[in-house]
């Protein structure tokens, strides 16, 4: 029942990623067997990052090589300074890597070291926590599928929408069905997918919408308190944004459907007219001159 319950699933969703193409059309994937490579910043032990690993065993070879404990919030940071240990065991047949680092850095050193080939799919998640607008700038589970873009790799990173007790099922579903869309070459080059599903049964999703980043300033603030020693301590806090733009990534998820970002590394930004000609002033700058 429970595996009739997830292939239904996993034809809706299908159908709607092909329906959200542009043009309503779709490159078949690649045929063959898939070597994917899967990532989070939650820990090993993190249950989206096992109902991935199942929902994807059907695709291919599966390897995980994730942080041994917590990464989240680190962004694209690096382990650096110091060794890394890794442990490596094997569940139901496929390869998992526990490792001493960040997400970013447990991807590099899984590309350089510790695969035997290099994957065709890069996959972080699936993240407990929604990863959309801004706030994806702080996210270790969308640094880690930005270290695969570097490296030339396909990747996405996916995150489930709620901040209380997950039901993964649907959103590997989503991402199984995803994967089997865009195959090998579905995302170009010099780009990532951010992928965030609501936290709903399958049945309940409205669609896939590509999106654009919702680029307004998250709701952050402080509470602060004094403790008994004298010592202020400031407690920080944050609230979801209320749906913007109906092309954003917020909005879309916020309205009951998948939202598919396409988010790029490069960070160079085209300025507008007047600030073009003020900053191209600064190469006139004298430097080194007498």
């Not at 139901?92 to 001493?100: C, F, P, S, V, Y």
């Not at 960040?102 to 899984?110: E, K, N, Q, S």
């Not at 998640?125 to 490296?151: K, P």
Request: hydrophobic content about 40%.
């Amino acid at each position: 029942m429970m595996k009739r319950r997830r292939r239904n699933i996993e034809i809706v969703i299908l159908a709607l990623v092909l329906a959200a193409g542009c043009g309503g059309t779709s490159t078949a994937p690649a045929s063959g067997p898939l070597r994917i490579l899967i990532t989070n910043d939650d820990g090993i032990e993190a249950p989206g990052i096992l109902a991935l690993a199942e929902a994807l065993r059907p695709l291919g070879e599966v390897t995980v090589a994730a942080p041994s404990g917590n990464r989240s919030g680190t962004s694209h940071g690096i382990t650096s300074a110091r060794p890394i240990a890794v442990r490596e065991s094997e569940r139901r047949g496929q390869r998992w890597l526990a490792i001493d680092a960040t997400p970013a850095t447990c991807v590099r050193l899984a590309l350089e070291e510790l695969l035997p080939s290099r994957p065709d799919l890069v996959i972080s998640g699936i993240n407990w926590g929604e990863n959309l607008g801004n706030v994806t700038f702080y996210s270790a589970t969308v640094g880690a599928a930005r270290e695969a873009a570097f490296q030339g790799i396909p990747a996405m990173a996916v995150n489930v929408a709620s901040t209380d007790g997950v039901d993964y099922r649907t959103a590997a579903s989503v991402t199984a069905a995803i994967v089997r869309v865009l195959g090998r070459d579905g995302i170009a080059k010099g780009t990532f997918l951010n992928i965030n599903v609501p936290d709903l049964p399958g049945e309940k999703l409205r669609g896939v919408r590509i999106t654009r980043q919702d680029t307004r300033a998250p709701i952050e603030f402080f509470k602060e308190t004094v403790r008994p020693d004298g010592v202020t301590e400031y407690t920080p806090g944050w609230k979801h944004l209320e749906p913007g733009r109906e092309d954003t990534d917020i909005w879309a998820v916020r309205n009951g459907y998948v939202s598919v970002s396409v988010f790029g590394f490069d960070q160079s930004a085209a300025a507008a007219p007047a600030a073009s000609l003020a900053l191209k002033r600064l190469e006139s700058l004298p430097l080194g001159r007498d």
